[in-house]
């Protein structure tokens, strides 16, 4: 009995004690994960393929592996950056059915982020050599924020999208972003046909 009138007292010390040694809090300023980009330098993409273009010396060319994946479809993959961009080619061989489908796809693909996009900025393109190409800017959470075609609508149609292989969202992701949107143009710009 003598312990349970005690315990009040002693509750109260180690309140009062407690209360009297609490450190002073500031919070801290909002911080922002630090992304060192290295300076945009160019190489020629190697290989006998039906195009050439140049592409990021940060970038590996891989061989696309996935079931669908066509013989001259490859990924130009950041490893640093965890970015892949998608390069898909179809020789239309002439046939309009073949290159009305292929135009239907690539305007499908854009439009299957419609559900997580804020917007769709398409543009029309023209690079040094004459050629057009539609490109579509993304925003808001989706997992593909830039995407281009481009095509001479009688044998080439080439298209690329851009990937991230993190779960990071993309305004944080948005300095990298413009990185390899600056890349993807570059070889749009250097694009040529065989």
Same mark, same amino acid.
């Given at each position: 009995?003598?312990? *349970?009138?005690?315990?009040?007292?002693?509750?109260?010390?180690?309140?009062?004690? +407690?209360?009297?040694?609490?450190?002073?809090?500031?919070?801290?300023?909002?911080?922002?994960?630090?992304?060192?980009?290295?300076?945009?330098?160019?190489?020629?993409?190697?290989?006998?393929?039906?195009?050439?273009?140049?592409?990021?010396?940060?970038?590996?060319?891989?061989?696309?592996? +996935?079931?669908?994946?066509?013989?001259?479809?490859?990924?130009?993959?950041?490893?640093?950056?965890?970015?892949?961009?998608?390069?898909?080619?179809?020789?239309?061989?002439?046939?309009?059915?073949?290159?009305?489908?292929?135009?239907?796809?690539?305007?499908?693909?854009?439009?299957? @982020?419609?559900?997580?996009?804020?917007?769709?900025?398409?543009?029309?393109?023209?690079?040094?050599? &004459?050629?057009?190409? +539609?490109?579509?800017?993304?925003?808001?959470?989706?997992?593909?924020?830039?995407? *281009?075609?481009?095509? /001479?609508?009688? @044998? @080439?149609?080439?298209? &690329?999208?851009?990937? *991230?292989?993190?779960?990071? /969202?993309?305004? +944080?992701?948005?300095?990298?972003?413009?990185?390899?949107?600056?890349?993807?143009?570059?070889?749009?710009?250097?694009?040529?046909?065989?």
């Amino acid at each position: 009995m003598r312990y *349970f009138s005690l315990l009040p007292l002693l509750m109260g010390v180690v309140l009062l004690a +407690s209360c009297s040694s609490a450190p002073d809090f500031t919070p801290k300023p909002k911080g922002y994960n630090r992304i060192d980009l290295p300076p945009h330098r160019f190489q020629e993409l190697p290989g006998n393929r039906p195009y050439s273009f140049e592409y990021s010396k940060e970038a590996v060319i891989k061989r696309d592996s +996935s079931y669908l994946a066509q013989p001259n479809w490859i990924n130009v993959y950041y490893p640093r950056l965890h970015a892949n961009v998608q390069i898909t080619y179809m020789d239309v061989q002439r046939d309009r059915r073949l290159y009305n489908k292929m135009m239907e796809d690539a305007r499908k693909l854009t439009g299957k @982020h419609e559900i997580k996009a804020t917007a769709i900025d398409e543009r029309i393109l023209k690079t040094p050599s &004459g050629m057009r190409a +539609s490109v579509f800017e993304l925003s808001g959470e989706v997992p593909s924020q830039f995407q *281009f075609y481009t095509t /001479d609508s009688t @044998h @080439h149609f080439l298209r &690329g999208a851009l990937y *991230f292989r993190t779960a990071t /969202d993309n305004d +944080s992701l948005a300095p990298v972003i413009e990185y390899v949107k600056t890349d993807m143009v570059h070889m749009l710009n250097t694009l040529k046909y065989k």
